[in-house]
């Protein structure tokens, strides 16, 4: 079971998102916030017991403290619990600096519940998740100089098979599961399959790894494509 703490300034969006989760077998919301200061008051009488949360479902606009500033103190004051940040603002700045102090997720109120289950799912195991198009912002603010310019692709893709380099190259676009299942004609389970072989084969902990890495060889990747 995923015990989840739910941080938004709105009751209504509280109550339909509880609804919504509170469906899914694995998942059990335990607390719920209106505002940073009442997210760490709530981590602070939690933690450590039965019911400390796994996974924080955060805001960014909220009043009193925001869902940046109650990020960055869940990092630095409870080990443990998992920030997945669910807004209605794709803002590079706010994507940005949610990452850079801590939440390992960035997905709009909008996304479709199922997709929700399975980011909640994915960032309580550790692993990067990010809704549509925010992936590009990500990738698009990371200074050239960050980014290693190899002057081939890394030795781990030639062990790659020509599908898995075609989803390497719809994962350095940005694109999700789903973008890719469509384009490439195949069952996103298939994709997550692919994904995995990836990380496996060039050593990255996450999609946001591979994302970042590749851009810096896509031209190779594009005429890979274009050669086949």
Request: hydrophobic content about 40%.
């Amino acid at each position: 079971m995923i015990r989840l703490l739910l941080a938004d300034d709105q009751m209504l969006v509280r109550q339909g998102l509880r609804a919504l989760l509170e469906l899914v077998a694995d998942l059990q919301v335990v607390a719920e916030a209106d505002n940073g200061q009442s997210v760490l008051r709530q981590l602070e009488t939690l933690y450590g017991t039965d019911l400390q949360p796994d996974v924080v479902l955060m805001d960014i606009r909220m009043p009193v403290m925001d869902g940046i500033a109650a990020t960055r103190q869940i990092g630095e004051r409870f080990p443990g619990p998992k920030v997945l940040v669910l807004t209605t603002f794709d803002n590079d700045e706010y994507v940005s600096e949610a990452l850079r102090h801590g939440a390992l997720g960035y997905l709009l109120k909008d996304t479709p519940s199922k997709e929700l289950a399975e980011a909640i799912r994915s960032v309580h195991k550790g692993y990067t998740q990010f809704g549509p198009g925010i992936l590009q912002k990500v990738v698009a603010r990371v200074p050239v100089s960050d980014v290693v310019q190899p002057v081939s692709p890394p030795p781990g893709v030639s062990e790659l098979t020509p599908r898995e380099r075609e989803v390497l190259r719809w994962i350095a676009r940005g694109a999700s599961n789903r973008e890719i299942a469509v384009a490439l004609y195949i069952s996103e389970g298939t994709v997550k399959y692919h994904v995995t072989n990836i990380l496996g084969r060039l050593n990255l902990r996450d999609r946001t790894q591979a994302a970042i890495s590749a851009h810096a060889f896509l031209p190779w990747l594009d005429g890979y494509k274009q050669g086949q």
